[in-house]
């Protein structure tokens, strides 16, 4: 197979949906010789800020002189964003070629009535992927939940990271913060350090002890508090913390929140300060509060649920972001009201768009539901077009607000 065709072929997995349970990636893994165990892991869970600690945490490993694998999801652009090492998207033919590998063994599972699922093929291919590559170290981030989520092959990490835990997919999860916070803690094993934030809620610091307490870990629970803000712009901030000054270009408090966690979780790893103070500088997250324009000022930010949206009205009201001109599209099955009833209020105006994902909510219904906290709000089904038309609508003194569905971030700015 070439690039698309694997490309292709993964995607067609996603008509099996998504199964959370072990058993299978397990399977599969044994057939390739479990990849995943020649790996040094460092595994991230948690609701929000999986991706910009995961990051960090890579580019400190990076920095420090290892050869690291980074695992995350989803893309925005390109799909290789998924699996990148030492900060390169992996190759299309390396992926390829790694793709055409597990299928092989997809379809011998296949004739026993086991069926691989889009998100276990993926991981499967991205362990060959960093094993080919020699990786000493991989990021790993969970895709859904912690305990059945297909990365949760893992034996034994090297360190754990729980981040912000809210609610979100609580159908398959849970509908409190202690079962989610359960579900993420899934991945912690016997005999690991885990770093978590003073942040999180009492009901998930309370889960997140008990796990670590049955499994004989030790548990750190870093004060992002101590992060004494230097220099603050809507453009990166300056902070100092433990006696070292850091700059990074993430913004919003939330981030400062990551950046604690990832400098406590490469503490434990051992990592260098000044690789530790490259790696936080280094990091660049495409789609997370991310300035891409100037004049006009246009921010994209993926989110889908109340937290992110949390996140995101607090980083347009502390940097006093006026004449905001939105473009949204978001998934069915997300906290959609939670979502909108933060942010549109803050809007001048809206643009709905239908991502081009199954699970899309249709734009013209989102229009109806922003429609309650906005008065200047119109529907273009298809995202692009949609964009096209906000940059033409947007004064040079306004603001372009791009948010929602990661599928619509690709929509939009994909190749």
Do not use: W
């Amino acid at each position: 197979m070439n690039f698309n065709e694997s490309v292709e072929y993964i995607h067609s997995l996603l008509a099996f949906g998504i199964k959370p349970g072990l058993e299978r990636i397990s399977k599969l893994l044994d057939l390739l010789d479990n990849p995943q165990d020649k790996l040094k892991i460092v595994h991230i869970a948690g609701t929000n800020g999986k991706g910009s600690t995961s990051t960090m945490i890579s580019n400190m490993l990076i920095a420090d002189g290892h050869k690291t694998g980074l695992f995350t999801s989803p893309y925005v652009i390109d799909f290789c964003e998924r699996i990148q090492i030492d900060g390169e998207n992996v190759s299309k033919d390396i992926f390829a070629e790694c793709v055409s590998e597990v299928r092989g063994k997809i379809e011998e599972l296949n004739k026993q009535d086991i069926i691989i699922t889009e998100f276990e093929a993926i991981t499967v291919s991205a362990f060959l992927c960093f094993l080919k590559a020699e990786c000493e170290y991989v990021v790993l981030e969970v895709g859904l939940g912690g305990r059945f989520d297909a990365t949760n092959v893992v034996k034994k990490p090297e360190a754990v990271v729980i981040t912000s835990i809210s609610l979100d997919h609580i159908a398959i999860l849970g509908d409190t913060i202690e079962k989610i916070a359960f579900e993420k803690c899934g991945i912690i094993k016997e005999n690991i350090p885990v770093i978590t934030s003073s942040n999180q809620t009492d009901d998930a610091i309370r889960v997140i002890n008990d796990t670590c307490n049955n499994k004989n870990c030790s548990l750190i629970i870093t004060n992002p508090q101590k992060a004494e803000t230097k220099e603050d712009t809507i453009f990166g901030t300056e902070f100092m913390y433990e006696n070292s000054v850091y700059k990074t270009r993430l913004t919003g408090n939330h981030q400062l929140e990551n950046t604690v966690n990832a400098i406590e979780c490469a503490k434990t790893l051992r990592i260098s300060e000044n690789a530790i103070r490259q790696g936080v500088e280094n990091t660049r997250m495409i789609a997370r509060m991310e300035i891409i324009g100037e004049k006009p000022l246009i921010i994209r930010d993926g989110g889908h649920n109340e937290g992110c949206a949390e996140a995101l009205y607090n980083f347009l009201t502390k940097y006093n972001v006026k004449n905001i001109n939105m473009l949204i599209g978001l998934m069915a099955d997300k906290d959609v009201e939670g979502y909108v009833n933060k942010i549109a209020p803050l809007c001048k105006s809206v643009v709905t768009v239908t991502p081009s994902n199954p699970r899309a909510l249709n734009g013209e219904e989102l229009k109806e539901i922003i429609e309650k906290y906005c008065d200047n709000v119109i529907f273009i089904n298809n995202p692009k077009e949609g964009y096209k038309y906000i940059l033409s609508n947007t004064g040079k003194d306004e603001t372009i607000l791009v948010c929602g569905s990661f599928y619509m971030m690709s929509d939009i700015f994909g190749e």
